[in-house]
């Protein structure tokens, strides 16, 4: 399978504080890409790194990726409530046409 | 960014029945995809739905059990067909203009199956 898978698989944090998600995946990839999904409802686009970018940012966003070890992360910089959610990483496993989706990180910030 | 309407949002069905799904967008777009996501699960990409031909499926999907249609290149339609509990899933449809760049999701439709 090309899913990547993510880690950890639930993470609950306090308000204010940071939060990391990890992702690996198998094979080699033109970009990857970071989705947001609220209680089981369509998915909302983050953030997307491109194969040869090492580090991209987005308002409290830091998405950092290390193609040598394929694997790549997601931080969250003084988290909210309103950031709990489940959040996936994609790859396109070098594939035209074909997202892979990893297995997800359920992050509940407790206020 | 596109803007995406699905529906229904969600439905209780009776086994061996069928359902379509409807996926309209505010703009013309390039590719439209179908996703299913099982319960505590991630995504799985069912077909890429394809203006004027017959959709493009991924391994472990078939016509058969999921035709899609996309008259233009704003509508498309999921059926769920002959259906049993193994089918309940959330079913997305997405958008983008490119291939393998960001996808634009709808809110889904929660299926569930008796």
């Known amino acids: 399978s090309q899913q990547g898978e993510e880690d950890p698989q639930a993470l609950s944090i306090q308000e204010g504080e940071n939060a990391t998600m990890n992702c690996s995946y198998k094979t080699s990839i033109n970009n990857l890409q970071w989705y947001r999904q609220n209680s089981g409802r369509g998915l909302v686009h983050l953030i997307l790194?491109?194969?040869?970018?090492r580090e991209k940012h987005s308002g409290r966003l830091r998405v950092t990726l290390d193609t040598s070890k394929k694997s790549s992360s997601l931080l969250i910089t003084a988290s909210r409530a309103a950031d709990t959610a489940s959040y996936f990483c994609a790859t396109d496993g070098g594939r035209a046409n074909n997202l892979f989706f990893g297995t997800g990180t359920r992050l509940t910030v407790i206020p | 960014s596109a803007v995406i309407s699905q529906k229904p949002s969600r439905d209780i069905c009776q086994r061996g029945t069928s359902l379509t799904i409807q996926c309209q967008v505010d703009?013309?777009?390039?590719?439209m995809f179908w996703y299913r996501q099982q319960p505590g699960q991630s995504l799985t990409l069912i077909a890429t739905a394809n203006q004027g031909s017959e959709a493009t499926y991924e391994s472990g999907f078939v016509i058969d059990k999921f035709p899609i249609s996309r008259p233009n290149l704003t509508f498309s339609t999921l059926t769920v067909s002959n259906m049993s509990p193994e089918d309940s899933s959330i079913y997305l449809c997405?958008?983008?203009?490119?291939?393998?760049?960001?996808?634009?999701f709808g809110s889904g439709t929660q299926l569930s199956v008796l």
């Open positions: 703009s013309q777009v390039t590719m």
């Open positions: 997405s958008v983008a203009q490119s291939p393998n760049e960001k996808l634009f």
């Open positions: 790194i491109r194969s040869n970018e």
